[in-house]
Nanobody, 123 residues
Framework: VQLVEIGGGPVQAGGSLRLSCAAS????????MGWFRQAPEKEREFVGA????????YYSDFVKGRFTIVRDNAKNMVYLQMNSLKPEDTAVYYC?????????????????WGQGAQVTVSS
């Protein structure tokens, strides 16, 4: 299984950025996918998740209304669209797969992880 995050970088506060996650080696269209982030000296935290078909999503309160997760099962891709970015959104962002049918927020419920993409939001 390989998950690769693409698209991180620097952005100014109030700006937008889209992260992509390319998946291979797993039955992608049958798995839920999640996004997490980890800031320096902080624990990894849940950002949001999308179910296997893309019909259902679940977000943490701190990104609700600003971030959107979509997926393209034909391309084995999942995307994290981030709008109205804030300096506190600065972190390494990870995608991960979850073979379950629900939408889960605990990192332990996810099997494989990407290497992460740095997002830096400046004020």
């Amino acid at each position: 299984v390989q998950l690769v995050e693409i698209g991180g970088g620097p952005v100014q506060a109030g700006g937008s950025l889209r992260l992509s996650c390319a998946a291979s080696g797993l039955p992608f269209s049958r798995y839920a996918m999640g996004w997490f982030r980890q800031a320096p000296e902080k624990e990894r935290e849940f950002v949001g998740a999308i179910n296997y078909s893309g019909s259902s999503t679940y977000y943490s309160d701190f990104v609700k209304g600003r971030f959107t997760i979509v997926r393209d099962n034909a391309k084995n891709m999942v995307y994290l669209q981030m709008n109205s970015l804030k300096p506190e959104d600065t972190a390494v962002y990870y995608c991960a797969d979850n073979p379950g049918y629900g939408l889960f927020s605990a990192p332990r419920q996810y099997d494989f992880w990407g290497q992460g993409a740095q997002v830096t939001v400046s004020s």
